[in-house]
């Protein structure tokens, strides 16, 4: 399985972006996909996940950011609303086989090559 993110870029505070995660694969709808944020200097954290319609957030994101999925696509997307500048960061899609530990970047096998978010201020 590989996954590959796209749709970063630059956006100004306010502004919004939509990421996409593109995976390979048929066995894609059975598994959780999480997206995760790496800012310089920073760990890897938790953004959001997805698994079977289910959604979960982290509570800097709840309310501005959206978790979808379409499996006929086998891709996953994060619609970015109301940006704020420390949302600032490289955003990673990854997939998690068993469904445990959905917040967990270590429980996550598959990773993305990342795609840069920047927000100005």
């Known amino acids: 399985v590989q996954l590959q993110a796209s749709g970063g870029g630059l956006a100004q505070a306010g502004g919004s972006l939509r990421l996409s995660c593109v995976a390979s694969?048929?066995?894609?709808?059975?598994?959780?996909v999480g997206w995760f944020r790496q800012a310089p200097g920073k760990e890897r954290e938790f953004v959001a996940v997805i698994r079977s319609g289910n959604t979960r957030y982290a509570d800097s994101v709840k309310g501005r950011f959206t978790i979808s999925r379409e499996n006929a696509k086998n891709t996953v997307y994060l619609q970015m609303n109301s940006l704020k500048p420390e949302d600032t960061a490289v955003y990673y899609c990854?997939?998690?086989?068993?469904?445990?530990?959905?917040?967990?970047?270590?429980?996550?096998?598959?990773w993305g090559q990342g795609t840069l978010v920047t927000v100005s201020s």
């Open positions: 694969g048929r066995a894609f709808r059975t598994y959780a």
């Open positions: 990854a997939g998690n086989l068993y469904g445990l530990g959905l917040q967990e970047p270590d429980r996550y096998y598959y």
